[in-house]
């Protein structure tokens, strides 16, 4: 029998957790794009409003959850953690296998997560539309979610073959109010330049990025709303790693693995930053993010500074790096066809504190559909390098006839992107 653990709505966490504040360094400064010196917070106040600027560069351990974000979170959250009992039996493995399944949130992913944070900031700012990129979609409609909940404008630049791969994802924005568009596009001036270039190019998430700021910094209205690699969307995603935690310890458990998906980082970080102090205080446990072979920034990644976007508009970032001008293949996890990754996951990497893999996009797929067969969840195409993996080490544990508490984060459900599983 499945074991599920939930926890009731008054055991949420009430704050999000801040590993800045815990870490033995410094993360390296972000840098003015035109300058080359470290960019003061006052300069990103164009694409971001106060609140969000203060928490890209706070150090405080603890960071209250507002009262009306709390209020939306308790609509789907917390979210189950679930013990894979078929596939353990199905491996034959000594391993405990635990998922966290975020695909409970309204739109499916973990991005609610920041979205609502991000919208409930930038409406007591006064902002009136936001403006964003999306790779497979799940960002974007999570926008276009928190947008409809307070009361906002959202246009979303999807990147061009995941719009074309994926059409539920842009229906779903359009539910919610939002307005969705392919990139590159023939509304920014970058779009345009691209597209005379080359009219058939798939995009990719740098592109798209390039766009939505292209327009956010020409309205003084309009905010930029951006699904992962900054510090504050890694910090709202925390509750997916604090709610772990609560949930283990109602079983006794205390997990030896925890992994999780990587593209820019948002919900890999969402679920072992709140691990690290343990990491950091010598304790038996690994850290593992895993992300396809085809846009493999941490493991085939440069560490330097590098641009957030194709165009280089963004800040340049101390991270493991492709290149900005990397254009991904055109792989089912288009939330993963990023050629970069958060400061904080590259500076984690970088001192040891966590481990990366990569893995081929036909192996993977075979484990979600097995997952899908045994557990019942279709996984989102992202979610499932993090089950590939998982499995990989419950496979290791029966070589080894070790006993390993196995944890990782099902940030999605596939139910939009089934036709990625046929093709």
């Known amino acids: 029998m499945r074991v599920r653990v939930d ?30 010196q470290p960019i003061s917070p006052q300069a990103l106040s164009a694409i971001f409003p106060e609140a969000l600027i203060e928490q890209e560069v706070s150090e405080k351990r603890e960071i209250p959850i507002p009262e009306p974000v709390l209020r939306e979170y308790a609509v789907f959250r917390p979210t189950p953690l679930y013990r894979a009992t078929y596939l353990e039996e199905y491996l034959q493995t000594p391993a405990r ?30 902002t009136k539309r936001l403006v964003t990129e999306t790779g497979a979609g799940q960002w974007g409609s999570a926008l276009c979610y928190a947008g409809a909940k307070f009361g906002l404008t959202v246009n979303v630049f999807m990147v061009r073959i995941s719009y074309e791969q994926k059409p539920m994802r842009k229906y779903l924005m359009k539910l919610f109010g939002g307005d969705v568009v392919p990139s590159p596009s023939d509304r920014t001036n970058f779009g345009r330049s691209l597209l005379e270039k080359n009219g058939d190019m798939p995009g990719s998430l740098g592109i798209a990025i390039s766009e939505a700021i292209e327009v956010a910094v020409s309205d003084p209205g309009t905010k930029y709303s951006l699904g992962s690699v900054l510090n504050h969307v890694l910090l709202h995603q925390t509750v997916i790693g604090l709610e772990i935690k609560k949930q283990l ?13 990587h593209g820019g980082g948002s919900n890999f970080a969402g679920t072992i930053l709140p691990f690290v102090p343990d990491k950091l205080a010598g304790k038996n446990i690994r850290l593992i993010a895993c992300e396809p072979t085809a846009c493999p920034s941490l493991t085939k990644g440069r ?16 991270m493991y790096t492709l290149g900005k001008d990397f254009i991904p293949p055109k792989i089912h996890a288009g939330g993963l066809r990023y050629h970069g990754a958060a400061p904080i996951v590259s500076r984690l990497l970088k001192e040891g504190l966590i481990e990366a893999v990569a893995f081929d996009q036909e192996e993977v797929f075979n484990a979600a559909r097995l997952f899908a067969k045994l557990e019942g969840i279709v996984p989102a195409p992202e979610s499932s390098y993090a089950i590939y993996g998982a499995i990989k080490e419950a496979l290791r544990a029966k070589e080894e006839k070790k006993e390993e508490v196995i944890v990782f984060n099902l940030s999605g459900h596939g139910l939009f992107d089934l036709i990625a599983y046929v093709s």
Not at 249 to 261: D, H, K, S, Y
């Open 249 to 261: 310890a109602l079983l006794n458990e205390t997990p030896t693995i925890v992994l999780g998906c």
């Open 7 to 36: 926890l009731k709505v008054e055991e949420m966490p009430k704050y999000w957790y801040n590993v800045l504040a815990d870490l033995p360094f410094k993360l390296d400064p972000p840098l003015d794009p035109r300058t080359k």
């Open 303 to 318: 560490y330097e500074y590098d641009y957030g976007d194709t165009a280089g508009m963004t800040p340049l970032l101390k």
């Open 97 to 126: 296998i635990y998922y966290k399944y975020e695909g409970a949130s309204p739109t499916g992913s973990h991005k609610t997560n920041t979205a609502l944070a991000q919208a409930y900031y930038n409406k007591i700012s006064g």
